[in-house]
C-alpha cells in the first residue's frame, strides 16, 4: 500500500503525470497568446535607429554587429519574418514616435512621461542605470571624487539634470547638443566624465578601451525600449516577444557579447 | 534654507509608502462592499501602476522582484497549508477527483488555445492554468463542521494532485522556453529536477528543519527564518534544474507540512507576515498589470468569457461525474465544486510566468483577472448555500490535532514533551502547554517562560506556552474547555482524575529512567491502540493503560483498571 493508499491511484495518477510531461514537451513552438505582428513591409522588420555607428550597439559592416543590431534580428525572428532592414532616423524624432516609416526603434532610447504622450514604449529590454564613463587615467571611487571631475552634458539628455543636481561638480559642465559632441569634448581631454546609460557607457568603452573606461554606476534609473508610434497595435507582440528574449536568455547573452557585464561596474551610492 | 531642501518624496520610499497604502486600503475599501481583500490589493495596483497613477512606473523593478517573492510565499504556503491527513483519509476518492478536476478543465483550456490559434506552448500553459484551483472557501465549510464530510475531505485532498500536475506542466512547459538545449534533454532534466526535489522534500529537508527547530526553535525569530531557509533553498534547488522556484516553494511547504501545523505558532507567524506583507504585495504587482483599456475591450471580454466558462465548465463536469462515481449526492457534489472552482494563487503564478515569457500578452493576464474574480465570487456566494443543504456530521477530532500538556512544575517533563510530540507529529498537530502554579507561588518570570519555550521547542514541539493558577484538578478541566484539545498529556504521574470528551495521557518516568504512561478517559479502540502504537517505544518496558467511561459531566476519580499494551 503506498501513500495514495491503491496501487491502481498511483499508476493513474502516473500515467497522467507522463501525459502531461509528454504534452508539455511538445510545446517547442514560440510566440504569444493571440496577438500577431504586422509589418510595414511583409517578412521584413524595418529597425529605426539615430546613431550610426554605435558602438556595442549597432556597429560594423552594414551596421548588422552590436546588441541591437542583434536585438533586431531576434525580434524578427520571434515575430516570424525574414530579414532586417535598418532606416537612421534622428534621434528626437524616434524619441516621439517618428519611425520614418519603420516598424520599431531600437536606439538606446529611455522611455519618459514626456516621451510616452507621442511614443509607445515596449517593455524594457535592458536595465539601464546611470553609468560614469570616463577617460582612461581617471578614476573616482565615489560622489566626492565625482563631484571634482570635469564634466560634459547633453543639452536635452535626460541624465544631465542627475548630474546636475545629484553629482553637483564643482566646476560647471561643457554643455554640448548631443552624443557626439559629448564624446568629442571626452577624447580632446576638455572634461573628464560623462553620464550616459550604462548599456551605451559599456559599448563606448568596449570600442575605445584605450581612451575610455567606465568609472562606475549610480544607482535608480530605468530601462532601455523599443519604440513604436503611438497606439501601435504591434506593441502587444513586440512586448511579449521581448520578454521571451529576456526569459530564453537571447537578451542576456546578446549583453555580454556586445556589452560586458553590467555586474561588475561598481555602484557609487547617489544618494544616501 | 529650509525651502529649498523640501522637494517632492522620490524613489524607494515613495514606492513602498504607496504600496502599504494600497495593502492597507485596498482591502478595507472593498470590504465595505462586501467583496473579497483580494479584489481591493488588485484594483489598488492598478491604481498605482502605469495605467492608472503612475506612481509605479512600467519599468520600475522594485515592487516585481518583491512580488516575486510574495509568490513564493504564496505557493509555500499553499503546500504548508493543505491537509495531508485528509489526503490519506480519502485518498482513493481524492485521487479520482483530482485526476478528474486536472484532466477535464485542462482539456478544455487545450479545445480554447487551439480555437484561439495560440502556440502549442501557449495552449498547454492556458490548460494549466484551468486545471489548478485554491481552497479560498474551505473555511467556510469547515467552519460550518464539514471538514469532515468525505466529499469536501476529497476536494481538499484532491488540490495537491490537481496543483501539483498542473505545475509539472508549468515546469515542462517553461522549461522549452527557457532553455536552449535539446528538447529530450530539457524533459529529463526537469524529471531528474522533479525526483530530486521529492526526494529532498520527502527525506532531507524535514529532518534538517526538524533538527533546526529542535536546536533553535525556542528562538522566535530563529524559528521563523529556518522555514524561510529552507523555503528559500527548495526554491533555488528547483531552478538548478530549469524548473520554476514556486514549483520548488511548494514542494518544501509539502515538506514542512507536518513540521509547521495550520494552527501552531509558527504557522501563526508564517501566515502574519504572508497575509501581512508579501502576498498582497505579489496580488498588488499583479495589479499594476491590470490595464483598462486592455480588459474593457470586446476582444479581452470576449477571452474573458470564454476562460471562465472553459476553468468552471471544466470543473462542474469533472466535480458534476466524478461525484457521482464516487457515490457523492448533489450537494456533496456542490461543495466539492466550490472547493475546487476558485482560481486564485496558481493560476495566477501559472498566468505571471506565461507573462514573463511572452506566452501570454496583457490581453490573456485582463482576462485571467476576470476569472480570478468571477470564480471567487461565485464559489463564495454558492459556499454559503451549499453549507444549508449539507448533513452535519460531527466532526471526528483527529488524533494529534492538538495535543494539551499540563504540568504542575517549573516546565514540562522531558517524558511528557516526548509523549506530546509523538502524539501531534504523525497528524500534523500543534499543542498548548499549561503551567499551573499554586496560588502562593509568584508568577514566573519572562526569562524562566522564555527557557521553557525553548525546552517545548527543543522537544520538536510547537505549542503556545500558558500559566494559571490552581490545582491541576482544576487547571485540566479549565484547559481542555478553553483550547477544546484532541488528547490530553498529564505530567503529573498521581493525576486520577477524568475530563469527559477527551483522552488523557498520564505520563511518568520509572525508577529505572523508562518512559511509561497510562490512558484515562473516553477514547474509542481505534484511538486508544493509536496512542498506543505512537507512544510504544522498544526502550518502554512496561506500558499500562487505564480506561473506563466519563461520567456524565464534569471531572470525576478514575479507577485503576489497568490494561498493558505491548510496545510497537
Given at each position: 500500500?503506498?501513500?495514495?493508499?491503491?496501487?491502481?491511484?498511483?499508476?493513474?495518477?502516473?500515467?497522467?503525470?507522463?501525459?502531461?510531461?509528454?504534452?508539455?514537451?511538445?510545446?517547442?513552438?514560440?510566440?504569444?497568446?493571440?496577438?500577431?505582428?504586422?509589418?510595414?513591409?511583409?517578412?521584413?522588420?524595418?529597425?529605426?535607429?539615430?546613431?550610426?555607428?554605435?558602438?556595442?550597439?549597432?556597429?560594423?559592416?552594414?551596421?548588422?554587429?552590436?546588441?541591437?543590431?542583434?536585438?533586431?534580428?531576434?525580434?524578427?525572428?520571434?515575430?516570424?519574418?525574414?530579414?532586417?532592414?535598418?532606416?537612421?532616423?534622428?534621434?528626437?524624432?524616434?524619441?516621439?514616435?517618428?519611425?520614418?516609416?519603420?516598424?520599431?526603434?531600437?536606439?538606446?532610447?529611455?522611455?519618459?512621461?514626456?516621451?510616452?504622450?507621442?511614443?509607445?514604449?515596449?517593455?524594457?529590454?535592458?536595465?539601464?542605470?546611470?553609468?560614469?564613463?570616463?577617460?582612461?587615467?581617471?578614476?573616482?571611487?565615489?560622489?566626492?571624487?565625482l563631484r571634482s571631475l570635469h564634466w560634459v552634458v547633453g543639452r536635452v539628455s535626460t541624465l544631465t539634470p542627475i548630474v546636475r543636481n545629484v553629482v553637483q561638480p564643482t566646476s560647471p559642465p561643457v554643455v554640448v547638443e548631443d552624443r557626439s559632441s559629448e564624446l568629442e569634448v571626452l577624447r580632446s581631454g576638455r572634461a573628464d566624465a560623462l553620464l550616459v546609460d550604462l548599456p551605451v557607457a559599456l559599448g563606448l568603452a568596449r570600442a575605445e578601451p584605450g581612451r575610455f573606461h567606465v568609472l562606475g554606476q549610480l544607482n535608480g534609473g530605468e530601462g532601455l525600449a523599443a519604440v513604436l508610434p503611438k497606439g501601435s497595435p504591434n506593441l502587444d507582440i513586440v512586448d511579449s516577444s521581448i520578454r521571451a528574449l529576456t526569459a530564453n536568455g537571447t537578451i542576456s547573452s546578446l549583453s555580454s557579447k556586445w556589452l560586458g557585464s553590467q555586474a561588475d561596474v561598481p555602484l557609487i551610492l547617489s544618494s544616501p | 534654507m529650509l525651502v529649498a531642501s523640501i522637494q517632492a518624496p522620490s524613489g524607494a520610499v515613495l514606492e513602498f509608502l504607496v504600496l502599504f497604502a494600497v495593502i492597507l486600503f485596498g482591502p478595507l475599501v472593498v470590504s465595505r462592499l462586501g467583496l473579497p481583500g483580494l479584489i481591493g490589493l488588485l484594483l489598488g495596483g492598478f491604481a498605482i501602476g502605469p495605467h492608472g497613477l503612475d506612481l509605479i512606473k512600467a519599468g520600475d523593478?522594485?515592487?516585481?522582484?518583491?512580488?516575486?517573492?510574495?509568490?513564493?510565499?504564496?505557493?509555500?504556503?499553499?503546500?504548508?497549508?493543505?491537509?495531508?491527513?485528509?489526503?490519506?483519509?480519502?485518498?482513493?476518492?481524492?485521487?479520482?477527483?483530482?485526476?478528474?478536476?486536472?484532466?477535464?478543465?485542462?482539456?478544455?483550456?487545450?479545445?480554447?488555445?487551439?480555437?484561439?490559434?495560440?502556440?502549442?506552448?501557449?495552449?498547454?500553459?492556458?490548460g494549466a492554468l484551468f486545471s489548478s484551483h485554491t481552497l479560498i472557501v474551505y473555511p467556510t465549510l469547515r467552519d460550518a463542521g464539514l471538514g469532515?464530510?468525505?466529499?469536501?475531505?476529497?476536494?481538499?485532498?484532491?488540490?495537491?494532485?490537481?496543483?501539483?500536475?498542473?505545475?509539472?506542466?508549468?515546469?515542462?512547459?517553461?522549461?522549452t522556453q527557457t532553455a536552449s538545449a535539446d528538447i529530450t534533454v530539457v524533459i529529463v532534466e526537469i524529471a531528474v529536477g522533479f525526483v530530486v526535489l521529492a526526494g529532498v522534500g520527502l527525506l532531507l529537508?524535514?529532518?534538517?528543519?526538524?533538527?533546526?527547530?529542535?536546536?533553535?526553535?525556542?528562538?522566535?525569530?530563529?524559528?521563523?527564518?529556518?522555514?524561510?531557509?529552507?523555503?528559500?533553498?527548495?526554491?533555488?534547488?528547483?531552478?538548478?534544474?530549469?524548473?520554476?522556484?514556486?514549483?520548488?516553494?511548494?514542494?518544501?511547504?509539502?515538506?514542512?507540512?507536518?513540521?509547521?501545523?495550520?494552527?501552531?505558532?509558527?504557522?501563526d507567524r508564517v501566515e502574519f507576515f504572508g497575509s501581512a506583507v508579501f502576498v498582497p504585495v505579489f496580488v498588488v504587482s499583479i495589479g499594476l498589470l491590470l490595464d483598462p483599456s486592455v480588459m474593457f475591450t470586446t476582444e479581452t471580454l470576449e477571452l474573458a468569457g470564454l476562460i471562465c466558462l472553459g476553468a468552471l465548465g471544466g470543473k462542474a463536469i469533472a466535480c458534476w461525474f466524478a461525484g457521482a462515481a464516487l457515490g457523492f449526492d448533489p450537494p456533496e457534489r456542490g461543495a466539492m465544486y466550490v472547493l475546487t472552482a476558485p482560481q486564485a494563487a496558481a493560476t495566477l503564478a501559472v498566468t505571471l510566468i506565461g507573462f514573463e515569457l511572452g506566452l501570454f500578452d496583457t490581453s490573456v493576464v485582463n482576462a485571467v483577472l476576470v476569472l480570478i474574480l468571477v470564480s471567487?465570487?461565485?464559489?463564495?456566494?454558492?459556499?454559503?448555500?451549499?453549507?444549508?443543504?449539507?448533513?452535519?456530521?460531527?466532526?471526528?477530532?483527529?488524533?494529534?490535532?492538538?495535543?494539551?500538556?499540563?504540568?504542575?512544575?517549573?516546565?514540562?517533563?522531558?517524558?511528557?514533551?516526548?509523549?506530546?510530540t509523538r502524539l501531534a507529529r504523525p497528524d500534523g498537530g500543534h499543542g498548548e502547554v499549561v503551567i499551573t502554579r499554586t496560588a502562593g507561588e509568584p508568577r514566573p518570570e519572562a526569562t524562566a517562560l522564555r527557557s521553557v519555550e525553548r525546552h517545548i521547542f527543543g522537544h520538536g514541539f510547537d505549542g503556545r506556552l500558558t500559566t494559571t493558577v490552581?490545582?491541576?484538578?482544576?487547571?485540566?478541566?479549565?484547559?481542555?474547555?478553553?483550547?477544546?484539545?484532541?488528547?490530553?498529556?498529564?505530567?503529573?504521574?498521581?493525576?486520577?482524575?477524568?475530563?469527559?470528551?477527551?483522552?488523557?495521557?498520564?505520563?511518568?518516568?520509572?525508577?529505572?529512567?523508562?518512559?511509561?504512561?497510562?490512558v484515562v478517559g473516553s477514547i474509542d479502540a481505534e484511538d486508544g491502540r493509536e496512542i498506543a502504537r505512537r507512544l510504544g517505544d522498544p526502550r518502554t518496558a512496561r506500558n499500562r493503560m487505564r480506561r473506563r467511561d466519563p461520567p456524565e459531566n464534569g471531572a470525576s476519580r478514575s479507577t485503576d483498571t489497568a490494561q498493558s499494551i505491548a510496545p510497537r
Open positions: 500500500m503506498t501513500a495514495w493508499g491503491q496501487p491502481t491511484g498511483w499508476a493513474v495518477a502516473l500515467a497522467a503525470i507522463a501525459a502531461g510531461l509528454t504534452l508539455s514537451g511538445c510545446a517547442v513552438e514560440q510566440g504569444a497568446a493571440g496577438a500577431k505582428f504586422v509589418p510595414r513591409k511583409p517578412g521584413v522588420l524595418i529597425v529605426a535607429t539615430s546613431f550610426l555607428p554605435a558602438p556595442g550597439f549597432w556597429f560594423g559592416r552594414g551596421a548588422k554587429s552590436g546588441f541591437e543590431a542583434g536585438l533586431a534580428l531576434a525580434l524578427a525572428h520571434k515575430l516570424g519574418l525574414e530579414r532586417v532592414r535598418v532606416v537612421q532616423v534622428p534621434f528626437a524624432k524616434v524619441t516621439h514616435g517618428r519611425l520614418d516609416g519603420a516598424d520599431l526603434g531600437l536606439s538606446q532610447v529611455t522611455p519618459t512621461s514626456e516621451r510616452e504622450r507621442t511614443a509607445s514604449f515596449s517593455t524594457p529590454y535592458l536595465i539601464a542605470p546611470p553609468g560614469v564613463l570616463g577617460r582612461r587615467g581617471v578614476e573616482a571611487i565615489d560622489l566626492k571624487g | 523593478q522594485t515592487v516585481p522582484a518583491l512580488g516575486q517573492l510574495g509568490l513564493l510565499y504564496l505557493m509555500f504556503i499553499a503546500g504548508l497549508e493543505l491537509d495531508l491527513h485528509v489526503l490519506r483519509k480519502q485518498r482513493s476518492a481524492a485521487v479520482v477527483l483530482g485526476l478528474a478536476a486536472f484532466a477535464v478543465p485542462f482539456s478544455a483550456g487545450l479545445v480554447i488555445g487551439w480555437a484561439l490559434g495560440w502556440s502549442v506552448a501557449a495552449t498547454i500553459l492556458l469532515g464530510n468525505p466529499a469536501v475531505a476529497s476536494a481538499v485532498g484532491a488540490t495537491v494532485l490537481t496543483d501539483t500536475l498542473a505545475l509539472i506542466v508549468l515546469a515542462v512547459v517553461a522549461g529537508l524535514p529532518r534538517l528543519v526538524d533538527r533546526a527547530l529542535r536546536m533553535w526553535g525556542g528562538d522566535r525569530v530563529a524559528r521563523y527564518v529556518v522555514v524561510i531557509v529552507a523555503l528559500l533553498a527548495m526554491a533555488a534547488l528547483a531552478e538548478v534544474f530549469g524548473i520554476e522556484p514556486i514549483i520548488g516553494a511548494f514542494f518544501a511547504g509539502l515538506a514542512l507540512n507536518r513540521l509547521v501545523p495550520n494552527e501552531g505558532q509558527s504557522m471567487i465570487s461565485v464559489a463564495a456566494v454558492l459556499a454559503q448555500r451549499v453549507v444549508t443543504w449539507m448533513p452535519r456530521g460531527a466532526a471526528h477530532k483527529v488524533l494529534g490535532e492538538k495535543v494539551l500538556v499540563a504540568t504542575m512544575a517549573e516546565r514540562p517533563s522531558d517524558t511528557a514533551m516526548r509523549a506530546a490552581g490545582p491541576l484538578a482544576e487547571a485540566v478541566p479549565w484547559a481542555v474547555t478553553e483550547t477544546e484539545p484532541s488528547v490530553v498529556v498529564i505530567d503529573d504521574a498521581d493525576f486520577d482524575i477524568l475530563v469527559p470528551g477527551v483522552p488523557l495521557v498520564v505520563v511518568r518516568v520509572t525508577d529505572s529512567g523508562e518512559d511509561t504512561f497510562r
